[in-house]
């Protein structure tokens, strides 16, 4: 029910925001540049918790305690990420953009507690390499339905990926265990961007995705600065989080990781 209402509001937004747009002068935000290029870098404070399961080829091993990568593993919490950004200008009242993000860690750290991984038990004290990465890549379409001078406010909607793989090596193991993850998930969301002076604009967009056990959630606000139609400076803050049930090779096994990545984040916007 909850879906076909969903369905039903987005034909209508479909079909009103072309309406609306025609009967209505296209903002001066949109008289400039339509190709918006977007370098960021994002002071990201991570944490990733992970309930790895007894591995076995019927997948019933059930979970087990949820470990830290950065309080259990030792990863580094606070990490740098630079993030890419597109954004197409489309007529009146549409766009497409793309985004792409990464980040990599790595550490060797001692297990300050008794861990329970795959239905073994690491002990506390025991010395662990570990290696993650995890990226998180979107593309959608956006259709303002509403236009008042330079404000905007509309819908997204279109696909994303999270991507999240995490490998450690324990003292008596001759290999690298793995878990690994690969997402795709269908994206809706909602847009928002004001222009209260001259030179600074106001953006926000709330994006989520989800597909059956995974989802994910995607929170972004900021201020730009536009001394020109060409250059423009960012702060804003953002929030990734979600819940993921990872892909596993031929073992089997049982995993849950929940993720989030938050804080503040600078970007140059070029427009050409």
């Known amino acids: 029910m909850a879906a076909s209402a969903a369905a039903l509001g987005l034909s209508a937004a479909l079909f009103a925001g072309p309406v609306w747009a025609q009967n209505n002068e296209a903002p001066s935000a949109r008289s400039g540049p339509r190709n918006l290029f977007d370098f960021g870098l994002w002071q990201a404070t991570q944490d990733h918790r992970v309930l790895a ?3 076995d080829t019927t997948f019933n091993g059930g979970l087990g305690e949820p470990f830290s990568l950065e ?6 919490r606070k990490n740098q990420i630079t993030t890419f ?3 197409r200008l489309i007529g009146a009242a549409w766009h497409v953009s793309a985004d792409h993000l990464k980040s990599d860690r790595s550490s060797t750290a001692t297990t300050p507690r008794s861990l329970l991984i ?8 025991t010395t662990v390499r570990s290696d993650t990465g995890f990226s998180y890549y979107s593309v959608a379409g956006g259709l303002a339905l509403l236009q008042r001078g330079d404000t905007e406010f509309g819908v997204r909607f279109g696909g994303g990926s999270v991507r999240d793989r995490l490998s450690y090596k324990l003292p008596n193991a001759s290999y690298d265990s ?9 994206l809706l969301g909602l847009f928002f961007s004001a222009r ?7 953006e926000a967009r709330a994006d989520y995705l989800r597909e059956q056990s995974s989802r994910s959630t995607h929170l972004r606000v900021g201020l730009r600065w536009q001394p020109s139609p060409h250059v423009g400076l960012e702060a804003a ?6 819940t993921s049930t990872p892909d596993d090779d031929i073992y089997g096994g049982n995993e849950e990781v929940r993720y989030k990545l938050s804080g503040p984040r600078i970007a140059l916007r070029l427009a050409f």
């Open 71 to 76: 309080n259990d593993l030792g990863l580094r």
């Open 178 to 186: 793995r878990l690994s993850n690969y997402d795709l998930l269908p």
């Open 196 to 202: 209260p002076l001259a030179t600074l604009h106001v």
């Open 118 to 125: 795959f239905g073994s038990t690491v002990p506390a004290g």
């Open 53 to 55: 399961g007894v591995r």
């Open 237 to 242: 803050y953002w929030r990734l989080g979600g």
């Open 85 to 87: 950004g597109y954004t």
